[in-house]
């Protein structure tokens, strides 16, 4: 599965950015998708995830009521909405794919606050800076 991510900018505090993840030569049918953030010298944080079919969604609570999460399954791509933006959202932002085996909300959590997906896609930045 080979992913891409878009959308990463400079931005001012307060202001908004939407990034999408588009999959090429494969569609994401039976994968959820989650969005990941990396900054240097830090662990890969886990953002936000919605799952294939049954409605799972996972935010983390730092970027919770900032961000939301949507895909598009015609078009196999995820985008993340972020609002309000901080600077501390300054970062890489990676989406990533995994198969949507999980058998219960605390295990589609834990994968995704913990970045444990297996296909990811190289990152695009994201700079909120006045």
């Known amino acids: 599965v080979q992913l891409q991510a878009s959308g990463g900018g400079l931005v001012q505090p307060g202001g908004s950015l939407r990034l999408s993840c588009a999959a090429s030569g494969v569609t994401l049918d039976g994968y959820a998708i989650g969005w990941f953030r990396q900054v240097p010298g830090k662990e890969r944080e886990g953002l936000s995830c919605?799952?294939?079919?049954?409605?799972?969604?996972y935010y983390a609570d730092s970027v919770k009521d900032r961000v939301t999460i949507s895909r598009d399954y015609a078009a196999s791509t995820a985008y993340l909405q972020m609002n309000s933006l901080k600077p501390e959202d300054t970062a890489v932002y990676y989406c990533?794919?995994?198969?949507?085996?999980?058998?219960?909300?605390?295990?589609?959590?834990?994968?995704?606050?913990?970045?444990?997906?297996?296909?990811w896609g190289q990152g695009t930045q994201v700079t909120v800076s006045s």
């Open positions: 919605i799952s294939y079919s049954n409605g799972r969604i």
């Open positions: 990533a794919t995994e198969p949507d085996y999980f058998s219960d909300y605390g295990t589609f959590r834990r994968k995704c606050s913990g970045a444990d997906f297996s296909f």
